[in-house]
């Protein structure tokens, strides 16, 4: 199965700042099927970016996605107090779907 | 907004079945696929897999030995069942509608069931 590895493990970012989160790929990623979610505590994840660089209904422009093959970008331009949360990347070009990590970003 | 609710035992004995349904929307259930994952502390966010009508069902190859997936019209439910639970299936247990029925994203999140695996 493809392996998702997400860094840094913790990003910690004053609000205003911009942040910027790497998933990198064991394998490549079919058909550029890359997604961003975003989880806080005690809710289920919200997607945020699908197809590496697509945002989802409703997500602010300062969230875009960006990269390929094996090397991907989520980039969080202007922190704002609700960005403060865990990020996770999935790949589904490939069955097992798999899921990396994750990186909480933190209010420093 | 698409409303999701997951709903079981929140505790279930070593080597039982943990059953879990999902309650979705009855105008869209045959028109999206329906994808379980789980949240634990081994394994992070963990695909569990996806099923679409009675066309297709994917699971997760680590967990398919144990994993049924079925959608139930009449009920506007989808349901999980793992068998054999262990300790390590432990977790919260998202149910989530994909953006379609040929893509792998999860689009819409259900709010989670926590199931612990414990006698």
């Known amino acids: 199965e493809i392996v998702l590895t997400q860094s840094p493990d913790t990003l910690s970012l004053s609000p205003g700042e911009r942040a910027a989160l790497s998933c990198r790929s064991s394998q490549s990623v079919r058909s550029s099927s890359l997604a961003w979610y975003q989880q806080k505590p005690g809710q289920g994840p919200r997607l945020l970016i699908f197809?590496?660089?697509s945002r989802a209904t409703g997500i602010p422009e300062r969230f875009s996605g960006s990269g390929s093959g094996t090397d991907f970008t989520l980039t969080i331009n202007t922190l704002e107090a609700e960005d403060f949360a865990v990020y996770f990347c999935q790949q589904y070009g490939t069955s097992p779907r798999t899921f990396g990590g994750g990186t909480k970003v933190e209010i420093k | 907004q698409v409303q999701l609710q997951e709903s079981g035992p929140g505790l279930v004995k070593p080597s039982e079945t943990l059953s879990l349904t999902c309650s979705v929307p009855s105008d869209s259930i045959n028109a999206y696929s329906w994808t379980w994952i789980r949240q634990t502390a081994g394994k992070g966010l963990e695909w569990i897999g996806r099923v679409y009508g009675s066309v297709l069902a994917d699971y997760n190859p680590s967990l398919k030995s144990r994993v049924t997936m079925s959608v139930d019209t009449s009920e506007s439910q989808v349901s999980l069942k793992l068998t054999s639970v262990t300790a390590a299936d432990t977790g919260m247990y998202y149910c989530g509608r994909d953006a379609n029925s040929w893509t792998g994203y999860v689009k819409y999140w259900g709010q989670g069931t926590l199931v612990t695996v414990s006698a």
């Open positions: 197809d590496v660089s």
